[in-house]
Nanobody, 125 residues
Framework: QVQLVESGGGSVQPGGSLKLSCAASGFTFNMYSMSWVRQAPGQGLEWVSGIYSDGSIRYKDSVKGRFTISRDDAKNTLYLQMNNLKPEDTAVYYC???????????????????RGQGTQVTVSS
């Protein structure tokens, strides 16, 4: 079965950096688009970034230039490098897998995507 395990979260000061990882198993990783989504306290899930099976990459406007998504298909791992973190980036971050293979970015993320258990990111002075 699909398993997604996030790691790398923590507490940092504004302007700091973190790199999140998502170890994937139970499926052929390189066939599927992957995304990062987040949930801030008291708010709904919010799409952050995606890397799609056609090679394209998308970012939420508020993280462009600060976050970088990447994947290592040999290691079945998805990454999110987060620089210049802001307090509004505080959230639980989840990686998510498209249920259908070889689908491009027409759908950035939906509730049908599988998610891991999440990793907490806290940005505070």
């Amino acid at each position: 079965q699909v398993q997604l395990v996030e790691s790398g979260g923590g507490s940092v000061q504004p302007g700091g950096s973190l790199k999140l990882s998502c170890a994937a198993s139970g499926f052929t990783f390189n066939m599927y688009s992957m995304s990062w989504v987040r949930q801030a306290p008291g708010q709904g899930l919010e799409w952050v970034s995606g890397i799609y099976s056609d090679g394209s990459i998308r970012y939420k406007d508020s993280v462009k230039g600060r976050f970088t998504i990447s994947r290592d298909d040999a290691k079945n791992t998805l990454y999110l490098q987060m620089n210049n973190l802001k307090p509004e980036d505080t959230a639980v971050y989840y990686c998510a897998k498209d249920p259908l293979p070889y689908r491009g970015p027409a759908i950035l993320y939906s509730s049908s995507w599988s998610r891991g258990q999440g990793t907490q990111v806290t940005v505070s002075s």
